[in-house]
C-alpha cells in the first residue's frame, strides 16, 4: 500500500474527461487500494482518479464515520448514476481534498441508484444511495468529467472562496 500524492486546484489533469477502463487488472486493483488508503490518510471521503494523475475513470468512497462506524469502502470502475423516481434536490455544505480550505453549498439530486464494474470484474448496482453516500458518488463522478464543485457554487461562495481559488492555482 501506498500513500499517493494529491493534485490540487490548477492541475491540468483535474480539468481532463477520463477514459473508460477496459479490462480490471492487478494493477488497477492495487492502484485503487493506494487510493483508498490515500484517502483515509487526508482524511477524506471519497478520491477520484485524476486527483492522483490518472485520468481513468476510477473512483473510491468510504462515508462511514471514522472511529463511530465500521468501514465501508468502495472501489468503482466504471461508475455511472442517475436519479431515482422520488428525488429532490438538496443542498449541502462540500469540500474537496483537490481544494484544501474551500467549502461551498452544491445543490444535487438526493436519491440516485450507481451501477459500477468492481475488483472482481463484475458488474454491481446499488439503488435509493441517500445521504453522504449520495453526494460523494455524484462528487466524485464528476470528477471524471472534469468537473470539481466550486463549478457548481453560488456566486456569494465563489466570491468568499475567490482568494483562496487564487492562491491555489498560482501556488506552483
Ligand atoms: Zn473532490
Redesign the pocket.
Known sequence: MAILDINIYGDEVLRKPCKPIEKITPELVTLAKDMLETMYDAP?C???AP?IGKNIRLVVIDTAIPDEEEPRPYIMFNPEWDVEPGSALATNE??????PDVWGNVTRPNKVWVSYIDVNGERQTIHNCEGLFCRCIQ??C??LDGK??VDKISTADRAMNASKLRKLAKRK
Request: hydrophobic share 35%; proline share 0%; glycine share 18%.
Open positions: 477524506g471519497g478520491l477520484a486527483q462540500e469540500g474537496c481534498l483537490s481544494l462528487h466524485e464528476d470528477h470539481l464543485f
